[in-house]
């Protein structure tokens, strides 16, 4: 190898070297653009959420966009947990009113997904006579909106011979039947739909392969279906969650007592009055939300999965 040869390659070195480094710049200065926008756009859409927790703190009313409190206080935390104003009774508090929500916000949730993953595994993996039928009238009732259901199933539960079940009940789970009782028979046509449209996505390989075994359909559904669809349950799970968590409306037409009021009624008679402050108010608020928000972020990396592409080979 002559000199001219050495030379070349060196000035070909040098040459690639200042690209390489411009272009190792440009990529930093875009990944810090893309992480400003990102920060900018996250702040823009949780400033409420930061606007109510700085003036928790505040001791005036908030009368700016301003999250930073003008005179500090913790008289609003110090007092969330107690409700003073609401209920006639002693005892009452935001615990109370968080275990009548969770008394029949988490029976809604287990039943509906289980009686919801049953249905469509039956619907989905069966043929019988009417599956078309019954498939028809899933999709009919989910493009329906639940407001219409409202009135025949209020006339159901006040008649003589349901009323008795629930009404003038003083424990939440009984005085809320009305509202998880249904969920024990898949009526949640969203639910099951979303359910199956994943079971059809699962190869009869499986099924074939666990019949061969000797399973029966039980144990397919529970020992091999039920693991694939784990991210689908949670998903489902946690969106009925926080609908029943969040409802009011119904809460509202079966509620006959104070001691059975849930979160969703307490929190709107706890306004700013001469025993209630702002800092109480928004401070008791973000207790509400944050029940919702844990377990979303608990159940989150599950959301929306899939391990369907793991379970066969080839």
């Not at 008289?75 to 006639?88: D, I």
């Not at 969203?190 to 666990?210: G, H, N, V, Y």
Request: proline share 5%; net charge positive.
């Amino acid at each position: 190898m002559n000199a001219n040869t050495i030379n070349n390659q060196n000035q070909s070195i040098n040459k690639t070297k200042p690209k390489e480094k411009s272009d190792l710049y440009t990529s930093k200065i875009r990944l810090v653009i893309r992480y400003t926008i990102l920060i900018l756009v996250s702040f823009v859409m949780l400033y409420p959420l930061v606007w109510m927790i700085g003036n928790s703190f505040n001791l005036e009313m908030p009368s700016s966009f301003s999250f930073i409190p003008k005179k500090w206080t913790f008289e609003g935390w110090q007092n969330a947990l107690k409700a003073p104003g609401w209920g006639s009774e002693e005892g009452y508090s935001m615990f109370r009113a968080l275990w009548n929500t969770l008394s029949y916000t988490i029976p809604n949730t287990i039943f509906t997904t289980i009686t919801c993953l049953i249905t469509a595994y039956v619907v989905s993996r069966f043929n019988f006579k009417g599956k078309k039928l019954v498939f028809t009238v899933i999709i009919a009732t989910l493009l329906m909106p639940n407001t219409i259901f409202r009135i025949p199933l209020y006339a159901f539960w006040t008649s003589k011979t349901m009323s008795g079940l629930w009404e003038g009940s003083n424990f939440a789970i009984r005085a809320y039947i009305p509202l998880w009782s249904g969920a024990m028979f898949a009526i949640d046509s969203f639910s099951t739909f979303m359910f199956i449209q994943f079971f059809r996505t699962i190869p009869r390989d499986l099924d074939e392969a666990a019949y061969i075994d000797g399973a029966n359909r039980m144990q397919i559904l529970w020992h091999i279906f039920a693991p694939i669809l784990k991210p689908t349950i949670i998903t489902v799970a946690l969106l009925k969650f926080i609908s029943s968590f969040n409802d009011y409306q119904g809460p509202l037409i079966y509620n006959s007592s104070v001691k059975t009021q849930p979160l969703s009624l307490v929190l709107p008679q706890l306004g700013v009055d001469s025993i209630n402050t702002y800092s109480m108010v928004y401070s008791r608020a973000i207790i509400a939300a944050l029940i919702p928000v844990i377990v979303f972020f608990v159940a989150q990396k599950y959301f929306m999965g899939s391990d369907t592409d793991s379970a066969i080979k080839g």
